[in-house]
């Protein structure tokens, strides 16, 4: 007698049922994703994924050792990603990339958002903390400064910023200043399209601009990109560096002002903008909240990116406040590009 029937007998068809679906519901469909993304995540982190790309494959106990990881552990993470279908072995037994995962590796979108998404790590460890009342936000959990600038830029590359350039190229730009410029991904590609034109950073984040910094370099740019740490709430002090600034751009970073009640900061920064820089065209990039209802009907990143946001004191709002901010805040000519499909507005104020 074979052992499922055995087994059948003794616990009974309904339970059998049962734990299969359990094994598909909660462990295939929901527990396996999870550790997928983290052991995915952790080799993307360490370069394991982009060294099998370059070189074809690799042998974890020779990669552990050249790279001081530990060999065991490596190979574990491997051999998980390789059942799940992301890593293979080549005729000499070295994990390669599966044609998924080189997708991942050479999308911008796909490496961001796993970025992104490794950013808040911290908040989703300490949920319950968080939801008790035990910990606070922005007190005791914080985000990953540079994992978030760094992903989002990355998430962006290919999709917002080549529009918001199309954007930039229509108002002639010479200087662009980027608000919560993370690592200054999209004043690089500024200088790419425009080869007269320069560009100026500020953002939060010393980690993020301090990566930013070093891209900069390496992409021979330090003549014409400056990127600050700074608050752009405080931008007025950056008054002197900003003369030539023509154009101004700030992308997913005024939903951080944002307080989900009067959103105060959100407006005193606007006016700061506006007296800084008088007349100077700003394109707001900006997410538009959807409803629960509206997010169930159609669900996609828009689900797991305002739980996020929720999570981390930050309060993206829908269309219509945006364009109540921007009039609060004095802007007189307002345009709105929605693309509905990604949730995403760009506006262009003066
Ligand atoms: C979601 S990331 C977007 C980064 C970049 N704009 C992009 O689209 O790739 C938000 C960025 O805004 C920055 N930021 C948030 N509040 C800021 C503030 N008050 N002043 C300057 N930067 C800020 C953060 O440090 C972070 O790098």
């Known amino acids: 007698m074979s052992t499922l029937i055995s087994v059948t007998r003794k616990l009974g068809f309904g339970t059998m049922m049962a734990s299969r679906r359990a094994r598909s519901d909660a462990w295939e469909e929901i527990i396996a ?27 974890p106990a020779a990669h552990a050792e050249k790279e001081g990881l530990d060999g065991q552990l490596l190979k574990a993470v491997c051999e998980a990603l390789y059942a799940r279908r992301l890593l293979n072995r080549d005729a000499s037994g070295r994990f390669v990339l599966e044609e998924t995962a080189r997708f991942l590796l050479t999308n911008s979108m796909a490496r961001g958002w796993f970025q992104l998404a490794h950013g808040y790590e ?5 949920l319950e903390d968080l939801l008790t009342g035990r910990m606070k936000y922005g007190v005791d959990v914080v985000r990953d400064g540079k ?27 010479k200087c662009v200043m980027d608000i919560g410029s993370g690592d200054g991904e999209f004043l690089r590609l500024v200088c790419g399209r425009f080869p007269e034109a320069k560009g100026v950073g500020l953002d939060l984040s010393p980690e993020a601009v301090e990566a930013g910094r070093r891209q900069v370099e390496a992409a021979g740019l330090g ?44 407006l005193e920064f606007l006016r700061t903008f506006r007296e800084t820089l008088p007349g100077v065209p700003f394109v707001v990039i900006e997410t538009i909240r959807p409803s ?10 828009a689900v797991e990116y305002f739980l996020f946001h929720d999570l981390s004191g930050q309060n993206p709002v829908g269309r219509q406040t945006w364009k109540n901010l921007f009039e609060q805040a004095g802007y007189q000519s307002v345009t709105e590009d929605y693309i509905a499909f990604a949730r995403t507005s760009i506006f262009i104020i003066r």
């Open 33 to 59: 994703v999870h550790f997928v993304t983290r052991c995915f995540q952790t080799l993307l982190n360490l370069g394991v994924l982009d060294e099998m790309m370059a070189k074809g494959g690799i042998d």
């Open 122 to 126: 911290s908040v989703l460890f300490h």
């Open 147 to 173: 994992l978030v600038g760094v992903g989002s830029g990355l998430a962006s590359h290919d999709f917002y910023f080549p529009l918001v350039l199309d954007k930039l190229s229509a108002l002639n730009v």
């Open 223 to 266: 003549a014409r990109i400056a990127l600050h740490t700074g608050n752009a709430l405080r931008m007025a002090d950056y008054r002197d560096k900003l003369r030539d600034v023509d154009a101004a751009t700030t992308f997913f970073v005024l939903h951080e002002l944002c307080d989900g009640g009067r959103n105060q900061r959100a």
């Open 292 to 301: 629960a209802e509206e997010m169930r009907e159609r669900p996609g990143p």
